[in-house]
């Protein structure tokens, strides 16, 4: 199976939360990831967290890491149309090494008026 | 400070022609990084490169070739293009320690 799991679409109304779920495998991961893709564009880093966190928040982004459940999820506050965007969940490799991050297939984020 | 930096930015090749695509970061970083980004396929990492004159495969390395002459550059080569790679192409670049990418914008191949 997949390394990294997000469901690929997300709606919701302008001003409402959104939370963008992602399962991942390795329980090794040092690091865990949310990067946010506009169109036409590259990946941007949102926010990380360690694996010895459960919780990070950053103004509007609040990140929950869950490590028994391989769970890592997004929350996004007062969600707004700038907040449209393909959003990606990223682990550190397998085995720790250097070939970067393993990312999973992105869950596009859509926001109804 | 421009980051990453990838040329061109579109391509079309015919199939069989061959091409480089440029990657340059301006961070000091030692990691550098290629991915593609299919529809419904994510990002899969084609080759990376560890530091200057190193480089290694990744998980769809077939049809690619890469070097990392200076430690700023890093490019990637196809040398006969095929269909199949019809794709947009990501460069990334990191330090070691915390491993967060940084992206250039992307180029977007046709191979027709």
């Known amino acids: 199976g997949e390394d990294v799991e997000q469901s690929l679409f997300l709606s919701v109304r302008e001003g409402d939360s959104s939370v963008i779920n992602c399962t991942y495998t390795?329980?090794?991961?040092?690091?865990l990831y949310w990067y946010k893709q506009e169109p036409g564009a590259g990946l941007q880093l949102l926010t990380y967290?360690?694996?010895?966190?459960d919780m990070k928040q950053d103004q509007r982004l609040t990140v929950l890491l869950n490590k028994k459940d391989k769970h890592l999820s997004l929350r996004i506050a007062d969600t707004q149309t700038g907040d449209s965007a393909i959003y990606f969940c990223?682990?550190?490799?397998?085995?720790?090494?250097?070939?970067?991050?393993?990312f999973g297939k992105g869950t596009h984020l859509i926001i109804q008026p | 400070n421009a980051g990453v930096t990838q040329t061109p930015k579109f391509r079309v090749l015919k199939t069989g022609q061959s091409m480089t695509l440029l990657c340059a970061q301006d961070?000091?970083?030692?990691?550098m990084y290629w991915y593609r980004q299919d529809p419904g396929m994510g990002l899969r990492l084609i080759h990376y490169?560890?530091?200057?004159?190193?480089?290694a495969k990744g998980e769809v390395p077939d049809g690619y070739n890469v070097s990392r002459l200076k430690k700023q550059n890093f490019l990637l080569g196809l040398e006969s293009a095929a269909p199949s790679q019809t794709s947009v192409y990501f460069c990334?670049?990191?330090?070691?320690?915390?491993?967060?990418?940084?992206f250039g914008s992307g180029t977007q191949l046709s191979v027709l």
């Open positions: 990334a670049s990191s330090y070691y320690v915390e491993r967060k990418l940084f």
């Open positions: 390795d329980s090794s991961s040092t690091y």
């Open positions: 967290i360690f694996s010895n966190m």
């Open positions: 990223a682990e550190t490799s397998r085995g720790g090494g250097a070939d970067g991050l393993t």
């Open positions: 961070m000091n970083h030692e990691y």
């Open positions: 490169s560890v530091g200057e004159g190193t480089t």
